[in-house]
């Protein structure tokens, strides 16, 4: 077995000496295109034998064990020729009639581009990578953890409100949610997939006989409409084992949201949309009036309500700027909570997405088909000995234990409170509140601190009046 972090670390001091590879963002493009099409030969190898009369829609000049499989093969300069001036265009040019098989090999390499340069660094690439067997069960569970930690260096992921959902969270939501096989699952915004993966995680058990894996493999789906994060999503969910992984390049948001119909409803919306991005010019005309906006998390929050069926469930995580905006955001709150039951938000600390972004977060969950009476908070308490977290020490999925005891049994104690949907009328449908028993602290420190002010403002004030007498005598 090959050692896969030592081929991984080496991939990637290999493409450092490459001038034509800038950045983190090129580096991992760069590594994750080549690594699906290694991974995409080794499942051909599997689909030749399960699949009767399976053929490849890869011309078969253009097949990965053609042209890579040699360690001496192509290299320098006739290499990057073929690269650049065959397989690529081969590649974007595939006829996607042909098979599924097509249509994801389109898909991944439409907007997929070859940024190195050197011929000979690029077989060295080449070389290390067919050292990994894909499909080996014990190595392609090991890349899996490892695809984690490739995903965690996309250090440009926080520059547009977009970044990566930490693997805790995702899996607390998922498991909240308990999807149950056959029901319809969709990630509208799913980056790189990690709520995907999650829920094919949870669903696993549920898998007996091989129409259970169809209906598995039918029944989850995501759409996410930035090449890069497309393309890590279908390479991480054939890792987790999907032959034709539904995960389809666009934005659910050009879209008339009128268009929506019976048919597009869904069972379980879980996802993390990016939030503080705004979205083309004209992109909130597709939305009725009151809830037009070029804020994408707000747009996306109107179109779940939309897209779910009666009873269907959501977990979604939004910013504490759509819980106490006003204007759009105040009807886009009386629509969840007239349309559906906003039954639990887990307020989450500060620092849950370091070091993308430092804003206030919270965690949705509710269905569809019932008006709100009651929203129960939850705030989410940092481990003891911690303040904050880091790159090094994010949260973690034990964390959750706390919620998980509490969520069937529901009573109210330090951390959890409730609030009934005629308060937050009152408030203007403002969500922002606070745990009372903080604020009761908060008020009880403040005059405190007020006092101790005070006294060291008067004690400050006798020394002057001091030194303004010595003065005047």
């Known amino acids: 077995m090959s050692n896969i972090t030592t081929n991984i670390k080496g991939i990637r001091d290999i493409m450092r000496k490459d001038t034509g590879v800038d950045g983190d963002a090129q580096r991992i493009s760069q590594m994750v295109w080549m690594l699906f099409m290694k991974i995409f030969a080794d499942k051909e190898e599997e689909w030749e034998i399960t ?29 990057m020729e073929f690269i650049n001036n065959e397989l690529f265009p081969a590649l974007k040019d595939l006829d996607i009639t042909i098979s599924p098989q097509a249509q994801i090999i389109r898909s991944v390499f439409d907007d997929t581009y070859n940024y190195m340069k050197n011929g000979t660094l690029f077989r060295q690439v080449i070389n290390v990578i067919n050292e990994i067997d894909f499909n080996s069960t014990t190595e392609s569970h090991l890349f899996n953890d490892l695809y984690e930690t490739i995903l965690k260096e996309l250090q440009s992921a926080g520059s547009s409100g977009e970044y990566y959902t930490p693997r805790a969270v995702t899996q607390f939501m998922v498991d909240m949610i308990n999807p149950q096989l056959g029901e319809s699952i969709l990630d509208p ?14 669903l696993r058990e549920q898998v007996k006989t091989p129409k259970d894996r169809h209906v598995l493999q039918t029944s989850i789906r995501g759409i996410e409409k930035k090449p890069l994060p497309h393309l890590l999503c279908t390479t991480n969910l054939m890792l987790h084992g999907f032959d034709l992984p539904a995960v389809r390049r666009d934005n659910l948001l050009s879209k008339p949201y009128a268009d929506w119909g019976a048919k597009d409803k869904l069972d379980i919306i879980l996802t993390n949309p990016p939030f503080g991005g705004v979205e083309e010019d004209g ?9 037009r906006t070029k804020e994408t998390a707000d747009l996306f929050l109107a179109l779940i309500i939309k897209l779910l069926k009666n009873n269907g469930r959501c977990a979604i995580v939004l910013p504490d700027g759509t819980l106490f905006g ?18 639990t938000i887990v307020r989450l600390p500060l620092g849950v997405f370091n070091p993308y972004t430092n804003i206030n977060t919270n965690v949705l969950f509710f269905e569809k088909g019932k008006p709100t009476k009651d929203v129960w908070y939850y705030q989410h308490q940092y481990p003891a000995g911690v303040k904050n977290y880091n790159k090094t020490k994010p949260i973690n999925i034990k964390e959750f234990d706390a919620e998980k005891t509490w969520w069937n049994n529901r009573v109210k104690n330090d951390f959890a409170w409730k609030v009934s949907i005629d308060e937050i009328k009152n408030r203007n449908y403002n969500l922002d509140i606070k745990n009372p028993i903080d604020q009761e602290q908060e008020e009880f420190e403040s005059s405190e601190v007020i006092l101790k002010k005070l006294s060291e403002s008067n004690k400050i004030v006798d020394g002057l009046l001091s030194k303004i007498k010595q003065i005047l005598n």
């Open 326 to 343: 006003e204007g759009m955001k105040t009807r886009l709150k009386e629509e969840l909570l007239t349309k559906c039951n906003l039954h």
């Open 51 to 79: 699949i009767d009369g399976y053929e490849s829609p890869i011309p078969k000049e253009f097949k990965w064990q053609n042209w890579a499989a040699d360690d001496e093969g192509k290299t320098g300069d006739e290499l």
């Open 189 to 202: 915004a799913c980056g790189t997939g990690g709520f995907l993966t999650c829920t094919i995680d949870h």
């Open 283 to 291: 992109t909130e005309t597709n939305f009725p009036k009151k809830f």
